[in-house]
Antibody
Framework: EVQLLESGGGLVQPGGSLRLSCAASGINFMNYAMSWVREAPGKGLEWVSS????????HFADSVKGRFTISKDNSKNTLFLQMNSLRAEDTAVYYC???????????????????WGKGTTVTVSS | EIVLTQSPGTLSLSPGERATLSCRASPSLRSSYLAWYQKKPGQAPRLLIY???NRATGIPDRFSGSGSETDFILTISRLEPEDFAVYFCQQYGSSPLTFGGGTKVVIK
């Protein structure tokens, strides 16, 4: 069974930084694109960032571009999200997600999500 | 950016009834790259449908998806008590990936 377990959330002041981790089990991690998706209080789901299976290519939502970095350590089956210059509007539950690319001809960032973690809460507040 | 508009916002139904949820895309999607998810409070989202009409592994056949281009439907043929939840659609044929605002299915 594939499992994703996020950690690293917490309370941080505006302008601060946090690093989220997602430990994966039950999959050959390097074969899969991964994403972070967030859910702000009272709002819907928002895609944040994706990374290719190898970790060599990354993609970001405009709302976080230049502030967030995504990476993965395939030797440790772990996905990361480094979040800098945090703002109040970044407050959300952050989900780690395993992507399924619909065909070999599609780029890694075109995927649906077949496994989600339970999420870690990030609160940006003074 | 493709905007997904879900309706209704809330659907009030009784167990055993049929639920019909709509997801409208603007502009249209290519290749029916649309997925549906179920979300319950405090739980991770669960994939129900991908490719507009393909049930994910382990999903009961009372869940079905249909549609193409701009109009997509998730149907729950007979609501079970565990089906009362929020349902989101997501498109994955254009960057950025986008989600609909959700439809909450509540017990009448």
């Amino acid at each position: 069974e594939v499992q994703l377990l996020e950690s690293g959330g917490g309370l941080v002041q505006p302008g601060g930084s946090l690093r989220l981790s997602c430990a994966a089990s039950g999959i050959n991690f390097m074969n899969y694109a991964m994403s972070w998706v967030r859910e702000a209080p009272g709002k819907g789901l928002e895609w944040v960032s994706s990374i290719s299976g190898s970790g060599g290519a990354t993609h970001f939502a405009d709302s976080v571009k230049g502030r967030f970095t995504i990476s993965k350590d395939n030797s440790k089956n772990t996905l990361f999200l480094q979040m800098n210059s945090l703002r109040a509007e970044d407050t959300a539950v952050y989900y780690c997600a395993k992507g399924v690319i619909p065909s070999d001809s599609e780029p890694y960032y075109y995927h649906y999500i077949d496994v989600w973690g339970k999420g870690t809460t990030v609160t940006v507040s003074s | 950016e493709i905007v997904l508009t879900q309706s209704p916002g809330t659907l009030s139904l009784s167990p055993g009834e049929r639920a019909t949820l709509s997801c409208r895309a603007s502009p249209s999607l290519r290749s029916s790259y649309l997925a549906w998810y179920q979300k319950k409070p405090g739980q991770a989202p669960r994939l129900l449908i991908y490719g507009a009409s393909n049930r994910a592994t382990g999903i009961p056949d009372r869940f079905s998806g249909s549609g193409s281009e701009t109009d997509f439907i998730l149907t729950i043929s007979r609501l079970e008590p565990e089906d009362f939840a929020v349902y989101f659609c997501q498109q994955y044929g254009s960057s950025p990936l986008t989600f609909g605002g959700g439809t909450k299915v509540v017990i009448k």
